[in-house]
């Protein structure tokens, strides 16, 4: 049972316009679409089941995740031509794909199948309700587990090529394995559920994993190659926009306005409602920051 209770108040409608972080996910669908992302050279080290140590950006994955879902839609029953428009591709990029002449040979990527498996879900029943295909920011993001858990495996197995520099290397490179093992584990276990609600939520914890490992994993690279990085912030107006987006959210609250009888359903709720606190907070403290190094660089200029 499904009952919505009055809002407090819609939120209104917020527009970020000109902001250097945007894009238009319509060019970036015809554009991925046109053609593949990955070059040879990529193909080239996959293909020979190596890891692709050029993979540097989540674009240069979304071949071998196409390739994939193509495969997994042809298995549930759609024709080629409808994999072809669900991945915006070609119906001749499908036959490659399905051909393992296009995308490589994903092999080498060994998280690969859980990662992609809640999004070929999604796709399944998206298309088998009339509901359209692939989002390329779907396609990106998933790209970017991949990549993640893949380059967190080789600094977690490679060994130091000279003792740890400190003690935080070391707590880093434990925090790393955890976070992946936990990953995995929760992948693990939500494909070997079968309600809707609590696979989303393992799937769910399983995305925060990879984020966390990929924090770490980029705070250890800064840290062994013994540089900071620059410190750039959006620019204040863009932040306060952003604590306007993530107030109007938090007073549309999902906890108190729906009520579902599914338990685990509520707990989703719950979790985003917590998220928009956490990132209202998270956003407050960089406008802050911002402030306070406008006010300071103002004062280094009048000295």
């Not at 390329?136 to 587990?145: F, H, I, S, W, Y």
């Not at 769910?204 to 190659?225: F, N, P, T």
């Amino acid at each position: 049972m499904l009952t919505v209770f009055p809002k407090r108040r819609a939120p209104p409608p917020l527009f970020i316009r000109d902001h250097p972080c945007s894009f238009d996910t319509d060019v970036l669908r015809r554009e991925a679409g046109a053609k593949d992302l990955a070059p040879p050279s990529a193909l080239a080290h996959v293909s020979a089941g190596r890891p692709p140590s050029d993979l540097k950006s989540e674009e240069r994955l979304i071949p071998m995740i196409r390739a994939r879902l193509a495969e997994r839609l042809v298995k549930e029953g759609f024709r080629p031509k409808d994999a072809a428009a669900a991945l915006n591709v070609t119906q001749s990029a499908v036959t490659q794909y399905l051909k393992r002449k296009r995308g490589g040979n994903t092999a080498a990527l060994t998280s690969i199948d859980r990662l992609i498996d809640p999004l070929a879900e999604k796709l399944v029943k998206r298309l088998r309700s009339g509901l359209g295909g692939i989002e390329t920011t779907e396609l990106v993001e998933t790209a970017r587990q991949v990549m993640v858990m893949n380059k967190g495996r080789m600094i977690v197995q490679e060994r130091p090529k000279r003792p740890e520099r400190d003690e935080a290397l070391r707590v880093l490179r434990e925090r790393l394995k955890l976070e992946l093992t936990a990953a995995e584990k929760y992948l693990e276990l939500s494909n070997q559920t079968a309600d809707d609600y609590s696979k989303m939520l393992l799937r769910m914890i399983a995305a925060d994993s990879i984020r966390h490992g990929d924090v770490v994993s980029q705070v250890m690279s800064w840290l062994e190659a013994g540089r900071e990085s620059d410190v750039e912030m959006p620019g204040k107006a863009i932040l306060e926009s952003l604590i306007a987006l993530e107030d109007s959210a938090h007073e549309a609250s999902l906890t108190e306005s729906i009520h579902i009888g599914h338990p685990i359903a509520q707990l989703l709720f719950q979790w985003i409602d917590a998220d928009e606190e956490k990132h209202e907070k998270i956003v407050s403290k960089m406008l802050k920051l911002r402030v306070d190094r406008d006010q300071a660089g103002r004062r280094g200029g009048s000295s």
